[in-house]
């Protein structure tokens, strides 16, 4: 299993509402990413676990709050949105982190806030 | 973190090899240069990785010359399923989960 899954797909909601984004990867990986990617930029960063701590966190605004509860999972809990957070959220692992390595995509969550 | 510049855009036509360079001028000794590809609503692909001379998989290569400044991403025989936007990064061993993902160049693939 070489896949990344992400859910939901599409997600709409309100600036005053709270969801989240899940993923989840079955390759026994270790590190674990999310990216932000608007239409037509690259994906920029926004959050690193490692071994299940957080080890990176690219000065993300506190409406985004990720969570590692095991190896295989990974969220992103949204509260208090603006619209110019909407975009394409990507969700990847890796086997350690190593920048060595490759990493696993999922094909992502496109969110639309209103 | 190395500054990677690549073409914002390039045509083909099937069949046509196409090669993509990508510029890192400040490259350091531990990074490594990796390629990833994109198609639309979709995340990066991992293509290939290298860290000097050539590398060759069943997709593409990947030429880097002795000063490591540049490398270009050769795709042989291409066809409209290529289509896509393809990422040049430069992976350092010494900034740890740090992958970031320069502009990208878009290739199209026309018949």
């Known amino acids: 299993d070489t896949e990344v899954t992400q859910t939901p797909k599409h997600l709409v909601m309100g600036m005053t509402n709270k969801k989240s984004l899940k993923c989840e990867q079955h390759m026994g990986h270790r590190a674990m990413y999310w990216y932000k990617q608007k239409a037509k930029k690259p994906p920029e960063l926004m959050f690193v676990?490692?071994?299940?701590?957080?080890?990176i966190n690219e000065s993300v605004p506190s409406r985004f709050s990720p969570e590692c509860p095991n190896s295989s999972l990974l969220n992103l809990h949204l509260h208090a949105l603006q619209p110019e957070d909407s975009a394409l959220y990507l969700c990847?692992?890796?086997?350690?982190?190593?920048?060595?390595?490759?990493?696993?995509f999922g094909e992502g969550s496109r969110l639309t806030v209103l | 973190l190395a500054k990677t510049t690549q073409p914002i855009s390039m045509d083909s036509y099937e069949g046509q090899e196409v090669n993509i360079t990508c510029s890192h001028n400040n490259i350091a000794t531990n990074d490594y240069i990796t390629w990833y590809q994109q198609f639309p609503s979709q995340g990066p692909r991992f293509i290939i990785q290298g860290y000097k001379t050539k590398v060759t998989n069943e997709v593409a290569s990947l030429f880097i010359p002795a000063d490591r400044k540049s490398s270009t991403l050769s795709l042989p025989r291409v066809s409209l399923s290529d289509t896509a936007v393809y990422y040049c990064?430069?992976?350092?061993?010494?900034?740890?989960?740090?992958?970031?993902f320069g502009a990208g160049t878009q290739v199209v693939v026309t018949p």
């Open positions: 990064l430069v992976a350092s061993t010494d900034s740890w989960g740090k992958l970031q």
């Open positions: 990847a692992s890796s086997q350690t982190g190593g920048n060595t390595g490759e990493l696993f």
């Open positions: 676990y490692s071994y299940e701590k957080l080890s």
